[in-house]
């Protein structure tokens, strides 16, 4: 049996892992193996999230059933028990999925449409947020003969998630940071078309995709053998679409994606009209990503406060210190004071930098108003 010592060391490690700004890849390898030293567990599934929409990205992963992968995310997102967020706005962080059943877990559409095909007997669900958003959630699966999940073990990862969260924030700034400092002409996005569309049936099959979706999709991080072509994302902001007409879910059916060197895609997805084309019902659509979503996940990730974020996308806009000012209704000396906060919680020592941080631009050149 673990001891109150054990666990309280594992929270330690835990902590220091998350304050190291690993990569987000290997920040989560190294805490599912020291979660796993607590809270053993035969598979696992871990996608970051849009930290606005909630919408799975990134996804790490080591299921027994790749070749279900579009039923498995589909179930995932329309099941409300033990959702991730709905854990959002509960007590605690984590949850088993008997608890989360009520102790049936045939109330689970995820459970009863594929887990339990493959002896999946207990999950352990755990969502990582903050009060800048929502930047993971983790799915712990257990066979029979494994045992169900305790509530000491419960306990630990609830413990666990907003040191993780935290981590897994500042995971992503440090890679802002790293992509701005390797960053190089041209841009991944260049020469590409303006966007790529790919339709879908309801049970996640791609129908039809653009010529252009090519380029895009391979900007993304490949699916899973069989799935090598299409990226885990394209079925999460798919999935997060049915979810939202299911009334599972309310967060917006997108996704913003990292694609390297400082760029940024967004993934939308929306309701083709039936009578166009029955068997293509659902759209997905990829771009770059728009100034203004762009500054909001930078403002999310690196914790900047609401007057930070309102003086970082006026500056954006190409207004100096006086049309701040003027803008908000505070002094200049109160606008120097914020832009020197926001300095230091990025790591930068003037505006251009920031900018340049903030939008994926060189030499923080202006790009014009945020979007829309």
């Not at 053998?225 to 299409?230: G, T």
């Not at 759209?283 to 403002?299: K, S």
């Amino acid at each position: 049996m673990t001891t109150n010592w054990a666990v309280s060391r594992s929270l330690d490690r835990i902590g220091g892992l998350c304050r190291e700004s690993l990569e987000d890849h290997g920040l989560r390898a190294a805490l599912l193996a020291e979660l796993g030293s607590i809270v053993p567990f035969r598979w696992f599934a871990w996608p970051l999230t849009d930290p606005g929409s909630c919408t799975g990205i990134s996804p790490m992963a080591r299921i027994p059933c790749p070749q279900e992968l579009p039923a498995l995310i589909r179930l995932k997102y329309i099941t409300a028990p033990g959702r991730w967020t709905s854990l959002l706005a509960g007590s605690r962080a984590a949850v088993t999925l008997r608890t989360a059943t009520g102790g049936d877990p045939v109330r689970s559409p995820l459970w009863n449409g594929v887990l339990r095909r493959y002896g999946v007997a207990d999950v352990l669900s755990t969502v990582f947020a903050d009060g800048h958003g929502c930047w993971g959630w983790l799915d712990l699966w257990r066979t029979a003969d494994d045992g169900p999940f305790t509530e000491r073990e419960t306990m630990h990862l609830a413990a666990a998630a907003p040191v993780i969260a935290a981590g897994l924030r500042r995971s992503r700034a440090a890679q802002m940071r790293r992509d701005a400092q390797t960053r190089r002409d041209p841009p991944p996005t260049f020469g590409l078309p303006q966007q790529a569309v790919l339709t879908l049936d309801t049970e996640l099959t791609v129908t039809s995709r653009s010529a252009s979706a090519g380029d895009w999709l391979g900007l993304l991080q490949p699916g899973p053998s069989p799935y090598e072509a299409i990226p885990a994302e394209v079925y999460n902001v798919a999935a997060q679409l049915l979810a939202v007409e299911a009334g599972v879910d309310s967060h917006a059916a997108s996704a913003r994606v990292p694609i390297g060197l400082g760029r940024w895609a967004v993934l939308r997805s929306f309701r083709l009209d039936a009578g166009t084309d029955p068997a293509a019902r659902l759209a997905v659509t990829i771009q770059e990503c728009p100034a203004g979503e762009r500054l909001d996940v930078f403002a999310r990730c690196f914790g900047l406060t609401p007057r930070q974020r309102s003086i970082l996308e006026l500056a954006a806009g190409g207004l100096d210190t006086a049309a701040l000012a003027a803008a908000l209704g505070i002094s200049p000396y109160t606008v120097q004071d914020q832009f020197k906060l926001v300095f230091a919680a990025c790591g930068v020592r003037s505006r251009n930098s920031l900018l340049a941080l903030a939008l994926g631009t060189e030499h923080g050149r202006h790009v014009g108003p945020p979007n829309p």
